[in-house]
């Protein structure tokens, strides 16, 4: 169970997080939604270890995140993407899901990592280079891939059906949809399309202007006059 | 040829036939163990430039240390000279972590900081004169003893030494490189967070680099300690020990393992034995222009090219 108590990230005199509190557990699936630099990226930055809380506490089972560092988090069972995929260049993508798993783990199972490259759908790319000979869609699974190969109990999924074409992103969805079920693993996935979050999560929060501003089913989030306000781009009250 | 074929014909030919060619040759046998040493040094310079991404300019000092450590442990301490070798290593590893603290900065800045580092040491040797010596050196520093019926102080004894220990080297390198630290290391150059977001511990991966690479060097210094007898910090501390192997390596091709002690051997015999022949002063000059022309040309190195010629040649046939 992932526990955030009033986190708060400052850059400067920029508050890009404000005062969130947020729970989300190893048996939910949830989204992450708002406008643009509303401070979503910003608070997945602050939990995984990229970014400084500013105030605050970060609580995975119990376990204060704030002292420890990124990798200590990724070993905690913390798992993540980033928008724009990252994967570890020069190595191929078999080799990228081994450092994953032997860093993140502690050891190497290969039929574990068969398993994740068959569900991700990377097997067969396995010799491939990771950056130089994969597609865009191969990239973002291979985001997923890595995250999973190092045993995570909750993952922090960013935008990772952005800027698929319309056949890639439905074979992403059916994999999103197994996700939770498969691996055990607790979601908190941020994405723009309404239709995806009503499709994949059973809850929904929503910030902006980096507080939190709603909480519930995707029903009644998406029928807030203030969240409606926010997406419409209405001035803040 | 296969390459291990190769290997094969390689190490017999240099633990056999350069002895038995050049054996009665000192001052040829000197040369190659020299260049040896270079070659040594080159490696560990490689190793952390390679698999840490560092480009260190402070190797003089873990040399310098190692060859003092030695030196210090044998004739004071009265260890056997193997041991105070080992020590050496150790002694540098004690110097690289006290550089550890500068692993946080980045491409210059580590370069510059590093550099400063090793000042301190050579400066530490010229200072601390009850230890070291002071700038007067140490003399009559203990030759490698005899032992197995064979005598390691000898010229022939001397190269296989420092042979076995570059090649011990380059297993240990090896070692490190197909592991799976050295492909979390091969990974941090390019997307270090990506790397520690799966949870690679990269600060500390780059320490133990620095670490091995320390010990390595140090030793080769211990060596050369033992093997030329005589220590003053200004010639253990020397820049020479650390521009020498960065052109040797980045001449062979520092990313590969083999690269650097080829590169070491091609250009301090090369320099030594031919350039110096034709212009006695400032035959520093052509290995100069050669090293521009080099990373102009073919910035992957010496093998690289060979391997260019011997493909076109493959292809002619």
Known sequence: ?237 | MKPHKAVWAGLLASYALVPLLFGSNHYLMSMVVAALVIGGVALSWALLGNLGGMVSFGHSAFFGVGAYTSAIASMKLGLPVPLSMLLGGCGAVLASVAMLPVLRLRGPYFALAILAYAHIFRILATEWKSVTGGAAGISNIPRLPDGLGVDWGSKTGNYWVILSLVMAMAFVYHRIRTSHYGLALRAMHESEDATRVVGVNSTLLKGLMLVVSAFMCGLVGAFNAHYINFLEPDYAFSSVWVTLPIVAAIFGGYRTITGPVIGAVAVYLVDQLVFKAIMPSGHQLVLGLLLVAMVMFSPDGLLSVARKLSGRHHAAA
Not at chain 1, 4 to 15: C, K, N
Not at chain 1, 39 to 50: E, M, P
Not at chain 1, 67 to 92: S, V
């Open chain 1, 1 to 237: 169970m992932l526990q955030l108590d009033q986190v708060s990230v400052r850059f400067g005199g920029l508050t890009a997080v404000n005062a969130v509190s947020l729970s989300v557990g190893t048996q939910d699936v949830v989204g992450l939604v708002g406008p643009n630099g509303a401070g979503k990226t910003t608070l997945f930055n602050a939990i995984s270890g990229l970014a400084d809380t500013s105030s605050g506490r970060i609580l995975l089972d119990g376990v204060d995140l704030l002292r420890r560092p990124m990798h200590q988090r990724a070993r905690m069972g913390l798992g993540r993407t980033f928008q724009i995929p990252q994967p570890l260049h020069e190595l191929t993508v078999r080799e990228n899901l081994m450092v994953a798993q032997r860093f993140g783990t502690g050891a190497v199972d290969q039929r574990k990592l068969d398993e994740i490259m068959a569900f991700t759908e990377l097997d067969g790319k396995g010799s491939r280079m990771a950056a130089s000979a994969l597609a865009l869609t191969e990239l973002k699974a291979l985001e997923v891939a890595k995250a999973l190969a190092t045993n995570p109990r909750l993952l922090l999924l960013d935008e990772v059906l952005a800027g698929l074409e319309t056949s890639g992103k439905r074979r992403f969805m059916a994999m999103l949809k197994d996700l939770h079920t498969r691996f055990g693993v607790g979601i908190l996935i941020i994405e723009h399309d309404i239709e995806t979050i009503s499709k994949l999560c059973h809850r929904v929060v929503v910030l902006n202007f980096g507080r939190l501003i709603a909480d519930g089913t995707p029903e009644a989030v998406f029928s807030d006059p203030k969240v409606i306000e926010s997406y419409t781009g209405a001035e803040h009250a």
